[in-house]
């Protein structure tokens, strides 16, 4: 059972990013699936959360507007595309999966990153 983050890389502000989480072991329509980033000296954040099933999302106030996360269940993959970034958003970030299947049901702060992250570098 594991979920591979990657797409990061160094971007400059304004820029976009497409992070992937790839799963293997167990199918992501199962879960709510998330993204936690980690910058450093600062606490883990909640970022963004998809639903299992009917795909309903939630995102961190420092994101909305700006991030998107959604689902390809035919490569059971779930997607984040980062638009605008800014400094602020530089971060390692982590999938994450939880079973409680919707995320109206976990808090964005109660989600466990899996695995190894990937780098998201904004700067000029």
């Known amino acids: 059972v594991q979920l591979q983050a990657s797409g990061g890389g160094l971007v400059q502000p304004g820029g976009s990013l497409r992070l992937s989480c790839a799963a293997s072991?167990?199918?992501?329509?199962?879960?709510?699936i998330g993204w936690v980033r980690q910058a450093p000296g600062k606490e883990r954040e909640g970022v963004s959360c998809?639903?299992?099933?009917?795909?309903?999302?939630n995102y961190a106030d420092s994101v909305k507007g700006r991030f998107i996360i959604s689902r390809d269940n035919a490569k059971n993959t779930v997607f984040l595309q980062m638009n605008n970034l800014k400094p602020e958003d530089t971060a390692v970030y982590y999938c994450?999966?939880?079973?409680?299947?919707?995320?109206?049901?976990?808090?964005?702060?109660?989600?466990?990153?899996w695995g190894q992250g990937t780098q998201v570098t904004v700067s000029s």
């Open positions: 994450a999966a939880d079973s409680s299947y919707y995320c109206s049901s976990i808090p964005l702060s109660a989600l466990d990153a």
């Open positions: 072991g167990f199918t992501l329509d199962d879960y709510a």
């Open positions: 998809i639903s299992g099933g009917d795909g309903s999302t």
